[in-house]
């Protein structure tokens, strides 16, 4: 069965930037349109960024992060980025990779807290 591992997250002041990284194993990889989601404490989980499988398709955003974060995949070494700029309050929340379009399979996740 697939799996994810995320990482990358952490403590960052207003302004400031991250980059997520999340590396699938125990499925084919490049088969997969990829997704990255947040879930902050008492809301729904959300999809902020997508990838289709297929090189130079275009990524899709949430209105909420669009210009400020770029979705990535290097799919040689089964791993999808994320690289969060300018970064808000609002921003913080536990981030998940997933295939877009599921709603199990969730790994831990990766904390991101914004906060001066």
């Known amino acids: 069965q697939v799996h994810f591992v995320e990482s990358g997250g952490g403590l960052v002041q207003p302004g400031g930037s991250l980059r997520l990284s999340c590396v699938a194993s125990?499925?084919?990889?490049?088969?997969?349109?990829m997704g990255w989601y947040r879930q902050a404490p008492g809301k729904q989980r959300e999809l902020v960024a997508s990838?289709?499988?297929?090189?130079?398709?275009?990524?899709n955003y949430a209105d909420s992060v669009k210009g400020r974060f770029t979705i990535s995949r290097e799919n040689a070494k089964n791993t999808v980025y994320l690289q969060m700029n300018s970064l808000k309050p609002e921003d913080t929340a536990v981030y998940y990779c997933?295939?877009?379009?599921?709603?199990?399979?969730w790994g831990q996740g990766t904390q991101v807290t914004v906060s001066s």
């Open positions: 125990g499925g084919i990889f490049p088969m997969y349109n």
């Open positions: 990838i289709s499988r297929v090189r130079g398709a275009t990524a």
């Open positions: 997933n295939v877009v379009g599921t709603d199990n399979n």
